[in-house]
Each structure stands twice: as structure tokens, then as C-alpha cells.
């Protein structure tokens, strides 16, 4: 992503150690999402996706291309606080703002008075997703540990990210302090402790998004709440193997804490997770990545639900690749299988999902494309005798900068239709309810994406 550079920056100096030299710099990052759209039956646009898939419990947005119903914009703020010879301390922070189609502010206030209660909706949210800080060279100028760095706040931790579906597969983040790029040279090692995120908001999984009050507490199931879930993250990457491939590997452990005197065995939930990565470059123009874990307990949702009780094992294997087989045609696609075997009271949540799907961009002129997503997604448990299915095609016309599938920011005009089975409805109605108990339904929209 491109930055954008303010020199001598006017922050607030009482955020930094230490005057701010002339030379020092404040980068700006960013992403958002934002647009409209309408369903075929009059209603707003609303999001295709099956529970229980992906990387979250609502599995949404599913296949994101024409999927997408909120106004989104994430700022990065990178500081560079004090830097002299090789030891340099910086700072981050990455406000975020989310507001869905369905909970527009029409009010004249900014505050969100759309119900007459003088507060903003929960749809109306600000987080601060991450807020952290690192120092490198504090370890001195030779061995392992010369270009390795020290942090600790709140941070995405090393995630990684499948774009088409807005799947953050590997995703071990939260508040927390570590130590990383300790170089061995043939590897580099990582350590970090991460405290979770608890589920701190009421969800009502059958509208598609987070609603309801927010509680100070995660009530966790058979337990009292006051619970940390902390995890120790351990991760060797840069693994060369052949020309163009490398190697990463991870595990982590998850250790709940109960507040002294509400320990039950509903609380007690640990976990495991063991992580496996193999990147190859240089295919077709792009490069292949496989993807592969086991785990048990609490690190099924991980990031999104650790305090949710799971009595289970899972393993995943999933397939992403980025090519361009062609000139003016480039395009994202995956092939995954996950395999869950629930265990004592989550005995019923034993099932298997199956997902492929890919998005095919054609550029006709250095501005002008057209993407074609295609995404499939079966779910099966073992207590169902019919599988849960769903299918979603998008076809959109694009404006950006360049031609490239990576180039942002990119204006889209799009279509999307949906056809699902009547089992896809179990857990909750496809669509988001917008079409009633039908088995198909059509959207249609603009959309700007940008990332700088």
C-alpha cells in the first residue's frame, strides 16, 4: 500500500519520548469500504453467507464481491518517535468506523438519534482496533536478537488474509506484549502473549450483524464471566526450502483464568492450535499458498469468540492462489476443507464445510475491468441429513488506477444472485431473512474500495 508521508507532523508531543526531530515522519494508511445497493425484491442490500463458515461464527461476508453492506474506513496511523543509529521506537494506531446499510444515519445529529433515544445504535461503531508500540536495535548491534523488536498494546498480530472472501485465517490477535524477527538466519523466531477480545456484545446471528446491549462482561456458557483467555504464540517463518518457496510454522496454546471463586468446568476451556504455511512464488505470474492446521478447544473462533465454551478437535486445509495466466486477465481463487469433530456437549456440532470459488478480473483498457466471482459453500453435520448449500455469482464493471487485480482505489457497479437449500436456513435465513423462506434472491449496487 502506498503511504502518505507528513513531515514534522503536528502530534501531540506528550505521545512520543523525546523531542521530534526534523526529520521525523508520520505515515497515514488506510482502508475503506462504502456504497449502496437494494435488493430485487425492493428491500436493502443484504449479505449471502452460511453460519458456522469462514473465519467467524456468521460467516459473513462470505464471498465478498457485491456481498458487502456497510460503510467501513480503518485509519493507520504509523509514528515514528524516536530514532537514532540503529535503535528506533515507533508508535501505531488504527481507529476504525462501521455503519451497515440497514441503520443509515438519517439524523441531524451525528450521534446516531435514529430511534429517538439520544444514542448512537451498537451498528453505529468506533473501535480502536490497534494500539501499539515497538522498539528495535535496544539489544545491541550483533547476534540474533540485533534487528529483533520489542512491543506491546493492542495489535493485528501477524494475521493472514484470504481476500476474496475477507478471510482472516490465521488470526491470533488482540492486547498483548512480544518479541519478534529474532534472527537465526536459516529462520526467524516469534513470541508473543496475546489476551483475547471476550465476547462482550449481545449478537442476534439472524440479521447478519451485531445488535443488542453491550455487557461489561463475557457470560461465558456454564461459567460467570470475568474470564481472560490468554495465549502464548510461538512462530518460525522466512523457512527457505526451494527456489521461491518458504516455509511457516505455529503453534499456540490458550490458557482461560477465571476470576477467583467462579472456576467451573464451563470456564476451564484451554486450546491448541497448531499452524502450517507453504508459499510458492513465481506461478503463472503470481504465487500458491497452502494452508494447514489442527486444533482443540477454545482456538476454534479464536480472535472472534475465545470465550466461547468448544469441546472439539478441527483441522483445516485450504488452497489460495493469485495468478495471471494471461495478459489483461488476472485472478484470486481457493479451495478449502474443514473437518470439525465436536466432543460432550458439543457432540452436535460435529460437520464438515467444503468451499471453492474464484474471481477472474479482465482489464478491456488500463482503467476499465471486469470481475466475475463465482463462490461455493457446502456445510454438512453430522447430526443433518441434508447437507446445507449455497451458491453466489457477481459480476461487476470496475474503474481503477492501473490494471491490475491489486490496484485501488476501484469503483464497482455489480449484480449479484444467490440460490441456496432450504437446510442453508437452519441456524439462520440466508440473506439475512430479506427474501422470506425463497431459495434464491438478487442484489445490486455500487461500491468504492480503497486501501493507500
Avoid at 534472527?183 to 526467524?188: A, E, L, N
Wanted: charged content about 20%.
Amino acid at each position: 500500500m502506498k503511504s502518505l508521508s507528513l513531515l514534522k507532523a503536528a502530534l501531540p508531543l506528550a505521545l512520543v519520548c523525546g523531542s521530534l526531530a526534523a526529520d521525523d515522519v508520520v505515515e497515514i494508511h488506510g482502508y475503506t469500504r462504502a456504497g449502496v445497493g437494494r435488493s430485487s425484491n425492493g428491500g436493502e442490500q443484504v449479505s449471502f453467507f452460511l453460519a458456522n463458515t469462514g473465519g467467524s461464527p456468521t460467516g459473513g461476508p462470505g464471498y465478498r464481491l457485491g456481498n458487502e453492506t456497510d460503510n467501513y474506513l480503518e485509519l493507520a496511523v504509523d509514528v515514528k518517535a524516536y530514532e537514532k543509529g540503529n535503535t528506533n521506537f515507533k508508535l501505531h494506531f488504527r481507529p476504525a468506523f462501521r455503519q451497515y446499510y440497514q441503520v443509515r444515519d438519517a439524523s441531524a445529529d451525528a450521534g446516531g438519534d435514529v430511534d429517538n433515544s439520544k444514542s448512537p445504535s451498537p451498528n453505529q461503531q468506533i473501535w480502536i482496533r490497534e494500539a501499539w508500540g515497538e522498539a528495535t536495535g535496544i539489544f545491541g548491534n550483533s547476534g540474533v536478537l540485533k534487528d529483533a523488536s520489542l512491543w506491546a498494546g493492542r495489535r493485528f498480530y501477524m494475521r493472514q488474509d484470504l481476500h476474496i472472501r475477507d478471510q482472516w485465517y490465521w488470526n491470533n490477535s488482540g492486547d498483548g506484549v512480544g518479541l519478534e524477527n529474532i534472527d537465526f538466519g536459516s529462520f526467524k523466531m516469534h513470541y508473543a502473549y496475546i489476551q483475547h477480545d471476550t465476547g462482550n456484545v449481545n449478537s442476534d446471528w439472524n440479521n447478519g450483524a451485531i445488535r443488542g446491549q453491550l455487557n461489561p462482561y463475557s457470560g461465558w456458557v456454564g461459567g460467570g464471566g470475568h474470564v481472560i483467555v490468554g495465549s502464548h504464540d510461538l512462530r518460525f517463518s522466512d523457512i527457505k526450502l526451494w527456489t521461491g518457496a518458504s516455509l511457516t510454522l505455529g503453534v499456540q496454546y490458550n490458557d482461560a483464568h477465571p476470576k477467583s471463586g467462579t472456576e467451573n468446568d464451563g470456564n476451564k476451556n484451554k486450546g491448541t492450535q497448531f499452524n502450517v504455511i507453504l508459499n510458492q512464488a513465481g506461478v503463472l505470474g503470481g504465487d500458491n499458498r497452502i494452508y494447514a492446521t489442527y486444533g482443540n478447544g477454545s482456538t476454534f473462533w479464536n480472535w472472534y469468540n475465545p470465550d466461547v465454551k468448544t469441546e472439539n478437535t478441527w483441522y483445516h486445509i485450504m488452497d489460495v492462489f493469485y495468478i495471471k495466466p494471461m495478459a489483461n486477465l488476472e485472478m484470486q481463487g481457493t479451495v478449502q476443507y474443514r473437518k470439525q469433530n465436536g466432543k460432550g456437549s458439543m457432540a452436535g456440532n460435529t460437520n464438515t464445510w467444503i468451499s471453492a470459488g474464484v474471481r477472474p478480473v479482465y482489464f478491456f483498457t488500463k482503467h476499465f475491468s471486469v470481475a466475475y466471482e463465482v463462490g461455493m459453500d457446502k456445510l454438512k453435520f453430522d447430526n443433518e441429513t441434508e447437507d446445507r448449500k449455497l451458491l453466489k455469482n457477481t459480476i461487476a464493471l470496475q474503474w481503477s488506477p492501473q490494471a491490475s487485480f491489486w490496484s485501488r482505489p476501484v469503483i464497482r457497479i455489480f449484480a449479484t444472485r444467490a440460490d441456496w437449500n432450504k437446510n442453508a436456513n437452519n441456524w439462520n435465513k440466508v440473506g439475512e431473512g430479506q427474501f422470506g423462506n425463497s431459495l434464491q434472491g438478487m442484489t445490486f449496487g455500487a461500491q468504492v474500495e480503497a486501501w493507500w
